[in-house]
């Protein structure tokens, strides 16, 4: 059996589920805290690692609000959040695999922050976004998807599969980008 990779966004709403969040307003402080015992050291400062980084926690519970079909979550920063239906489904389905997972990550650096901006820049000003805003993404060649990720018939097993993975993995909860890295990596083959 494969265990889920979960996202940020996907701990947040298993930590709001278990605080209650099925039926009552969370404070996003309380949400913050339950994160970090779920996912220790992934949402804290990387110059300070027992302090949480509450603008991170934010961002992530903002972009779970702002998921397509609805999203998971309603609510603000100011007024607390409530999981919708969508997001106590994932909850209850997800509860069981995450109790038995390590979350835990370190804080990206200043230099990793700097790749993802660069990185999601050049995808999003990428050829291949005309051609998908114009022809749909099921016109998109497997050399396009290719190009796509910088990878070509000289970047071949675990290098290729590396450089996938590194975007699937930073870009996959993006609202901008994500289901269109995760549909194009679908094309990309694994050779």
Do not use: C
Not at 5 to 18: G, N, Q, R, V
Not at 23 to 33: L, M, R, Y
Not at 65 to 90: C, H, M, P, T
Not at 140 to 165: L, P, W
Request: glycine residues 6%; charged residues 30%; without cysteine.
């Amino acid at each position: 059996m494969q265990i889920k990779s979960f996202a940020s966004y996907e701990i947040a709403l298993i930590a709001l589920y278990l605080l209650g969040g099925e039926t009552k307003v969370i404070d996003t402080e309380d949400i913050a805290f339950k994160i970090n015992k779920l996912a220790p050291g992934r949402f804290t400062w990387l110059k300070y690692p027992d302090q949480i980084n509450i603008e991170n926690i934010r961002h992530l519970l903002q972009n779970a609000k702002e998921k397509k079909d609805g999203g998971f979550l309603i609510g603000s920063q100011r007024k607390g959040w409530l999981l919708n239906e969508q997001g106590v489904a994932f909850a209850k389905k997800y509860l069981k695999e995450i109790e038995g997972s390590d979350l835990s990550r370190a804080p990206l650096s200043k230099e990793e922050i700097r790749w993802n901006n660069r990185e999601k820049i050049r995808m999003l000003s990428h050829a291949i976004m005309s051609k998908i805003n114009a022809q749909g993404i099921d016109n998109i060649t497997t050399q396009e998807a290719e190009s796509f990720f910088r990878v070509d018939d000289y970047v071949t097993g675990a290098a290729r599969q590396k450089k996938i993975a590194r975007i699937l993995n930073t870009f996959r909860d993006d609202p901008d980008i994500g289901q269109i890295v995760i549909t194009l990596s679908e094309r990309v083959p694994m050779k």
